[in-house]
């Protein structure tokens, strides 16, 4: 079974400052992809980032980066520079090979962690 | 625009009055999905489809049906809402069931059951 864990609930963090949300994962499949979501209070799902399991580079998007440690099956999410719309919620999720799984392209979510950038 | 729309975005019913939460994409996707989001809970697969006329469930499918007649077209039907299921409901789409793609999901439509 796969499973995400995101231990943080809530985070603070000041305006310019970097910031990393935590996400570990769990998964028998050898092929697997980790996506991250913001949920910005006016509840959308927003796309930010992906990084395939074969990847060999962790993937970046401006100011979002993956650092992505497949050994100890972690894919934190590093937003550099924050910014006030930066507040919101953000969710882990990874989805695994459709042959293993059989749920096509299910997405299993973390519980979330919600960002708060102050001034 | 390419988009996943979904409606209504808020309603409020009763116990065991059926209703339908509606779900279209523009996107010509194969893949289609179901989720529940629910506080501390995260996002959870209630049904998906993989193609026209072939449905699955996904984690909590309790007390929800879909259907698949169309390519663009996902409804999803409480026959019987219950106060558990009130929730905040994302229809989602993708343009195949595998691969690097990721899922596009809809504003959402939060629904309450008294």
């Known amino acids: 079974a796969q499973k995400i864990t995101q231990t943080q609930p809530g985070m603070f963090v000041q305006e310019k400052e970097a910031v990393t949300l935590d996400c570990t994962y769990d998964?028998?499949?050898?092929?697997?992809?980790l996506f991250w979501y913001k949920q910005p209070s006016s509840g959308e799902m927003i796309f930010l980032i992906y990084q395939g399991s074969y990847d060999q580079q962790n993937a970046t998007e401006g100011r979002y980066s993956l650092n992505f440690q497949k050994a100890r099956k972690s894919a934190n999410l590093v937003i550099s520079a924050s910014q006030l719309g930066d507040s919101a919620m953000y969710f882990c999720?990874?989805?695994?090979?459709?042959?293993?799984?059989?749920?096509?392209?299910?997405?299993?979510f973390g519980t979330g962690t919600q960002l708060k950038v102050e001034l | 625009e390419a988009q996943v729309t979904q409606n209504p975005r808020y309603l409020i019913t009763v116990t065991g009055k059926k209703l339908t939460v509606t779900c279209s994409q523009n996107?010509?996707?194969?893949?289609m999905s179901w989720y529940r989001q629910d506080p501390g809970l995260g996002l959870r697969q209630i049904y998906y489809?993989?193609?026209?006329?072939?449905?699955d469930k996904g984690d909590v499918p309790e007390g929800y049906k879909v259907s698949r007649k169309e390519k663009r077209n996902f409804p999803l039907i409480l026959e019987s809402p219950s106060p558990n299921q009130t929730s905040l409901y994302f229809c989602?789409?993708?343009?195949?069931?595998?691969?690097?793609?990721?899922?596009?999901f809809g504003e959402g439509s939060r629904l309450t059951v008294l």
């Open positions: 489809s993989m193609n026209v006329e072939v449905t």
């Open positions: 999720a990874m989805r695994a090979s459709a042959i293993l799984t059989g749920g096509g392209n299910k997405l299993t």
């Open positions: 996107m010509n996707h194969e893949y």
């Open positions: 998964t028998s499949d050898p092929s697997y992809g």
């Open positions: 989602a789409s993708s343009l195949s069931s595998g691969g690097t793609g990721e899922l596009f």
